[in-house]
């Protein structure tokens, strides 16, 4: 199983852009970036935990597991 990134999705959802998002979750603006653009990248849990407290949701909701397969580009 691999692990997807939901953080475009859920700010998305929430109506809150990148730039928004790295200024309120004080993360790099191109590490959020990234994460809109390639939702298998690999971050630490303390940036997840950011932008979850920035998003206003758990950090699991951030994070979807996937089959494999899926999860090859």
Known sequence: MAVR???KEVAKEKGIGMGKLHRSADVAYNTVKRMYRDPYYITTTETLGKIARALGVPPGELI???PDEESDR
Do not use: A, D, G
Request: no cysteine; net charge negative.
């Open 5 to 7: 990134l939901r953080v």
């Open 64 to 66: 979807e597991e996937v």
